[in-house]
């Protein structure tokens, strides 16, 4: 059973990317290239999401499969072993990379006002011991995509239904999956500029966080990118 979640208005207090009981997360970004695409594709692996009873994606679930182990549960919180964001119309990204050493790479930056900016940040599922920061700012929506197989009940209220020993587990797992892989980092094309939109206080300047939508953050200006 396949889902797919339109998000635009509830991305940021819906994934969890601070994660509270020593799993680790992960993610893997598109490919460098010299132009963005209409799509920009984020996936996700060991991501929890909340499914809060009183918002739609509780409800789009449970219509899909009525039988959905989330209609035991008031408010879960649910692991997913691997997913993707879909982010459309993407007008500009930065990508930050840590390392043994800060990596930077940006896209000229552009947008206007009423765009919106998202921040994606987890471990590295491409290279070991690197954690990777990319924010996209897009005039389109956010879509989540998972299957049901791999969703795992995480938390409900205060119960949490993932012991120690699966979270070992799964961080020896992903630990061992990106170790095989040996890629090194130096081997991308890096432009090593780093956007004026890290400072929180720069940011702030051009965006602020729409309470009604559940703190998503939307630019108050144009931006032509003539101080990038």
Known sequence: ????????????????????I???NFI????????????????????AINLYTD????????????????KNYEDPV???????????NP??????????????HSWRTQFLK???????????????????YVRVIFSGSIELLFNEENMILHTAGYDVFINQDQIRALNEEMHQKIQYKKINIEDLKFNNKKSHLWN?????????????????????????GTDE
């Open 55 to 70: 918002e739609p994606f509780y409800n789009i679930i449970l219509k899909k499969n009525p039988h959905n182990f989330i």
């Open 78 to 88: 649910v692991l997913l072993k691997k997913a993707k964001l879909i982010i459309k």
């Open 22 to 24: 020593g799993l680790n």
């Open 200 to 224: 929180r206080n720069y940011f702030a300047q051009y965006f602020s966080q729409e309470e009604k939508f559940d703190y998503r953050c939307i630019a108050i200006k144009d931006y032509d």
């Open 28 to 47: 893997r970004i598109p490919a460098i290239t010299e132009n963005l695409s209409s799509l920009y594709e984020i996936n996700l692996e060991n991501i």
């Open 91 to 104: 007008k500009c990204a930065q990508i930050l990379m840590v390392n043994e050493k800060d990596y930077f």
């Open 114 to 132: 009423n765009d919106l900016a998202i921040v994606c940040y987890a471990n590295s599922l491409t290279f070991q011991d690197t954690m990777v």
């Open 1 to 20: 059973m396949n889902y797919k979640l339109d998000i635009t208005n509830h991305y940021a207090t819906m994934i969890h990317f601070d994660e509270m």
